[in-house]
């Protein structure tokens, strides 16, 4: 069966150096405990900005540091412009840099739930592109990270935009 890369949107961007509140979680494999992880650990990182009263400065993003059929591990993060003086690391958030990098940038329209199908239009993409020859091959795009452009409280689902990052250098 061939996957439709038709309309898929992508680009070749540079992402600048960010300034990010991030937090460090993992979960099992499965997607639904992978999503209630993700949500809970942006749920964190908002917190933490409300109670230091830092503006974010951009869409909540989560880095998929490593993903193996049972386990992932993550940084949720938001990015900031400035850390007053008098803020510090909490227990379960910090402050870090996410470094500049060149992406490949795709995007993914519709509820979370369906992000796997763009998944595979992705991999179809790199295979025809010789990007990719083996699932194995998908590491020499990490960290891979999603970018949620919109709110799920407040949007639509068949509204919601997510951009896909997978790293260059």
Request: aromatic share 8%.
């Amino acid at each position: 069966m061939t996957t439709d890369v038709t309309n898929l949107e992508s680009m070749e961007v540079l992402v600048p150096a960010t300034l990010v509140a991030e937090y460090h979680g993992s979960s099992v494999g499965e997607s639904s405990a992978i999503s209630a992880a993700v949500s809970a650990a942006l749920r964190t990182v908002q917190t933490f900005l409300i109670v230091n009263r830092i503006a974010a400065v951009g869409a909540p993003r989560v880095v998929y540091r490593e993903w193996t059929p049972a386990a992932v591990k993550f940084t949720a993060a938001v990015p900031i412009a400035a850390v007053p003086p008098e803020v510090s690391d909490s227990a379960d958030v910090s402050i870090g840099t996410m470094p500049e990098c060149s992406a490949l940038r795709f995007v993914h329209r519709g509820p979370y739930r369906d992000v796997r199908h763009t998944y595979e239009r992705i991999e179809a993409w790199l295979r025809s592109r010789g990007g990719i020859k083996t699932p194995a091959d998908w590491a020499r795009y990490s960290p891979m990270w999603e970018e949620y452009l919109n709110d799920p409280a407040t949007t639509p689902e068949s509204d919601l935009v997510t951009r896909i990052y997978l790293t260059l250098s």
